[in-house]
C-alpha cells in the first residue's frame, strides 16, 4: 500500500466491509468472521490479506464459490483433535472454529489440534494464531495456498507461499505473533516492482526455468526463503505448511487448487485444508512459569545489542506499532477497494 | 567431514560408542538412546551431532554435568500432554522418552505434546522426528541451544541455531524428514572454512558488531536463516524453537545456558528443554486418506520440472541416499574420535 492511499477509520471499514459481505448474502456469523480477519490483516499492515479482499469475497459469494450459509460441522477425533468441515463457507469461519474447538480442548487435554476440510481462502493466518493468543494460550495456524513459489532447484509453481502463524500471550503486553511466509517475499511485491519498474531483491524470485532474476518483468514465480543457497530449507518449511493443512486433513494440495484469481470458474468449491495447534501453557510448566519466561526472554531480547543502524524487535513489535499508527491515523485503502466500499 | 577420512562400519561404531558410554558410567539405557541418536546422525550425514561426540559425552559423564543412572519421570498433565523429567541424563534418553510418550497419547487423544526439562544435548533433532514417523506418526521436535545467532539487526549472540525437526511417514517408503536449523549454517561451518582460508557465502555470518561478514576469520557469530534483508523470519522461527522448548517447559533460556564446551564448569547440569509433539493420522482425515496424500505429494514433487543443473529432492531424500552410501560404504570418522574409539 503506498503511503499516500487515502486513509479511513477502523469502524468505518468493519461496518463497510460487513455491509458489502451482508449484500452478497453471507450469513451474520460468517461476515463477521471474514470481517474480523479481513481488519486484523489491515491494522498490522498485511494489506494484501486485508479489506481488499472484500470484493473478491463478493464476487465469489456471488459466483456460488463460496457457500453463503455454511453449516459448520465439528467431528471431535480424539481427546486433543477434531476435524471442522466448513461447509465451503468463507474460509475465516470455520479457521476461527477451528481456534475456539482448540481452545476447549486444550483445556481439558493440555493440547488442541484441530484440521479443517471443506474450507476457502484463510485470509491472514496470523489472525488465528492471534485469536488463541489473546485468550491465553500458544496458538500455530497454518494452510497451504495455490502454487506460486518454486521448490529448491525447481523450476515450475509448486507450494503456494503458505504461511506459518505462531502467536503466544505475554502477560500485561501484547502477543508475541510470527506470520510469516515461507517464501522470501509475497507475490504482490513482485507486481509493486513491476509497476514501478523497480529491480527486486537478489533469490527472492525466478523466471519460468527456474533461474533466479531480479527483474520484475521477468519474474515469474517466487523463490523459498533462503534463497538461492539455503532455499532448500524455505521449500521444506513450505512442505510443512502442506503437509498439516492438505495431507492431515485430506483436502487439496497446492498445486491442484482451482485458481484463487483469474481462473473461469468461480462456481466449484476449492475445498482447501488448514491446520490450528492450540496449546495450554498450564498444561506444563504451568502459566506462571510460562508468563514470567517469556517475559524475561522479551526483555533480554529487547535490551540485547543492536548493530549500527539497526533496530531489534520482537516477532509481532513491528506489527503492533503500525496497528496503533493505523488505530490513530486510519487505515490506508487502494481506489479500487474505496470505490467498492463506497467510501 | 572430509570425504577421505578412514570409513569404519556402523556396527563396529555402534558397539564402541556404547561401550566407551559405559566405561564413563552411562546406564544401560541411557547410553543406548545416546548410541541411537549419534548413530542415526552419522548415518545420514549430520557429523557434527553423530559419534564424535561420545568423548564430549564420556567428560561430562565424568565431570558430573550428566547423571550416569538417570530415572526418568513423567507427568501427565492431561490427555494430550506431559512434562519428562530428565534427571539431568544425556538428553537423548529424556528425548526418546517423550516421543514414546507423545505416541502413546496420540493413540488416544489423536495428538500428545511432551515437554521435557532437566536434560542435556538432545543431538540431532531429526532422531527423535524420525522415532515417531518410523512408528506411524507425524512427529514435531525442537530444541533451544547455546547462543551462538545474532538477532535480525542484532549485535550479540542471542539464539543458538535452534533446530525445528519434522518427519511423517510415508507408505513403502522411508519418511519425509526435515531437520533444519534456524541459521542458515551450523557454526562447524564457520571452523571448517576457517581451517581451510575459505570465503563464506554471503549473509550467513557476522562480526562482533553484527556487520555481515564473508571472512571466516573475522565471523563471530551466525546470522538467522533469510541473510541479511529476511533474516528476521530466521531469528521468529529460532524463537519459535526456544518458545516450546525453554519457555513452555520453564527451562533455561539460550544466553543462559552453562556453554556445552569450552567453559569451566563440567559439573553443573545445565537443565536443557526440548518440546515433542506427535500427531495421529488416524485423528484425522485417516491413516490411509493421509496415506494416499503424502505419496501423491511426493510423486508431484519428484515428477516436477527442474532447472538446468540441479535436481528437485523432497526433504530427507538427501539424507537417506547419505546413509545408503555410508551403510555401504561406512561413515567416516575424524582422528581425534578414532583415536577416542580405538579404532
Same mark, same amino acid.
Given at each position: 500500500?503506498?503511503?499516500?492511499?487515502?486513509?479511513?477509520?477502523?469502524? =468505518?471499514?468493519?461496518?463497510?466491509?460487513?455491509?458489502?459481505?451482508?449484500?452478497?448474502?453471507?450469513?451474520?456469523?460468517?461476515?463477521?468472521?471474514?470481517?474480523?480477519?479481513?481488519?486484523?490483516?489491515?491494522?498490522?499492515?498485511?494489506?494484501?490479506?486485508?479489506?481488499?479482499?472484500?470484493?473478491?469475497?463478493?464476487?465469489?459469494?456471488?459466483?456460488?464459490?463460496?457457500?453463503?450459509?455454511?453449516?459448520?460441522?465439528?467431528?471431535?477425533?480424539?481427546?486433543?483433535?477434531?476435524?471442522?468441515?466448513?461447509?465451503?463457507?468463507?474460509?475465516?469461519?470455520?479457521?476461527?472454529?477451528?481456534?475456539?474447538?482448540?481452545?476447549?480442548?486444550?483445556?481439558?487435554?493440555?493440547?488442541?489440534?484441530?484440521?479443517?476440510?471443506?474450507?476457502?481462502?484463510?485470509?491472514?493466518?496470523?489472525?488465528?494464531?492471534?485469536?488463541?493468543?489473546?485468550?491465553?494460550?500458544?496458538?500455530?495456524?497454518?494452510?497451504?495456498?495455490?502454487?506460486?513459489?518454486?521448490?529448491?532447484?525447481?523450476?515450475?509453481?509448486?507450494?503456494?507461499?503458505?504461511?506459518?502463524?505462531?502467536?503466544?500471550?505475554?502477560?500485561?503486553?501484547?502477543?508475541?505473533?510470527?506470520?510469516?511466509?515461507?517464501?522470501?517475499?509475497?507475490?504482490?511485491?513482485?507486481?509493486?516492482?513491476?509497476?514501478?519498474?523497480?529491480?527486486?531483491?537478489?533469490?527472492?524470485?525466478?523466471?519460468?526455468?527456474?533461474?533466479?532474476?531480479?527483474?520484475?518483468?521477468?519474474?515469474?514465480?517466487?523463490?523459498?526463503?533462503?534463497?538461492?543457497?539455503?532455499?532448500?530449507?524455505?521449500?521444506?518449511?513450505?512442505?510443512?505448511?502442506?503437509?498439516?493443512?492438505?495431507?492431515?486433513? *485430506?483436502?487439496? =494440495?497446492?498445486?491442484?487448487?482451482?485458481?484463487?484469481?483469474?481462473?473461469?470458474?468461480?462456481?466449484?468449491?476449492?475445498?482447501?485444508?488448514?491446520?490450528?495447534?492450540?496449546?495450554?501453557?498450564?498444561?506444563?510448566?504451568?502459566?506462571?512459569?510460562?508468563?514470567?519466561?517469556?517475559?524475561?526472554?522479551?526483555?533480554?531480547?529487547?535490551?540485547?545489542?543492536?548493530?549500527?543502524?539497526?533496530?531489534?524487535?520482537?516477532?509481532?513489535?513491528?506489527?503492533?506499532?503500525?496497528?496503533?499508527?493505523?488505530?490513530?491515523? *486510519?487505515?490506508?485503502?487502494?481506489?479500487?477497494?474505496?470505490?467498492?466500499?463506497?467510501?
Amino acid at each position: 500500500m503506498e503511503s499516500e492511499a487515502p486513509r479511513y477509520p477502523e469502524a =468505518l471499514l468493519r461496518e463497510r466491509v460487513e455491509a458489502r459481505l451482508a449484500e452478497a448474502g453471507a450469513s451474520a456469523a460468517s461476515r463477521s468472521a471474514a470481517t474480523r480477519a479481513m481488519l486484523h490483516a489491515s491494522l498490522v499492515g498485511v494489506d494484501s490479506h486485508g479489506v481488499r479482499l472484500t470484493g473478491h469475497y463478493c464476487s465469489m459469494l456471488g459466483g456460488g464459490r463460496l457457500n453463503k450459509d455454511p453449516q459448520l460441522r465439528v467431528e471431535q477425533r480424539g481427546a486433543g483433535s477434531a476435524m471442522v468441515h466448513g461447509d465451503d463457507g468463507l474460509g475465516h469461519f470455520a479457521a476461527f472454529k477451528a481456534v475456539e474447538v482448540g481452545m476447549e480442548l486444550a483445556r481439558v487435554a493440555g493440547v488442541g489440534a484441530v484440521g479443517v476440510k471443506h474450507s476457502s481462502h484463510l485470509g491472514a493466518a496470523g489472525a488465528y494464531a492471534m485469536a488463541g493468543a489473546e485468550a491465553g494460550y500458544v496458538t500455530f495456524a497454518t494452510t497451504n495456498t495455490d502454487s506460486v513459489v518454486a521448490l529448491f532447484d525447481g523450476a515450475q509453481k509448486f507450494h503456494g507461499t503458505n504461511p506459518l502463524a505462531f502467536a503466544a500471550p505475554v502477560p500485561g503486553q501484547r502477543p508475541w505473533l510470527l506470520d510469516m511466509a515461507t517464501s522470501s517475499i509475497p507475490l504482490n511485491r513482485v507486481m509493486l516492482h513491476r509497476s514501478l519498474d523497480k529491480t527486486l531483491p537478489e533469490g527472492v524470485a525466478a523466471t519460468p526455468d527456474g533461474k533466479m532474476t531480479t527483474d520484475p518483468h521477468a519474474a515469474e514465480m517466487l523463490l523459498p526463503l533462503g534463497g538461492v543457497d539455503y532455499g532448500y530449507k524455505g521449500a521444506a518449511l513450505a512442505g510443512v505448511a502442506t503437509l498439516f493443512s492438505a495431507l492431515l486433513t *485430506g483436502t487439496t =494440495l497446492d498445486s491442484d487448487f482451482i485458481p484463487m484469481y483469474g481462473g473461469d470458474d468461480i462456481s466449484t468449491p476449492r475445498n482447501m485444508g488448514h491446520f490450528v495447534l492450540v496449546i495450554d501453557p498450564d498444561k506444563f510448566a504451568g502459566r506462571d512459569v510460562f508468563g514470567a519466561a517469556i517475559s524475561r526472554y522479551l526483555l533480554s531480547l529487547r535490551r540485547s545489542a543492536v548493530r549500527d543502524g539497526g533496530a531489534v524487535m520482537a516477532p509481532g513489535d513491528r506489527e503492533w506499532a503500525e496497528m496503533d499508527h493505523r488505530k490513530a491515523e *486510519g487505515i490506508p485503502v487502494d481506489p479500487d477497494t474505496i470505490r467498492f466500499l463506497g467510501l
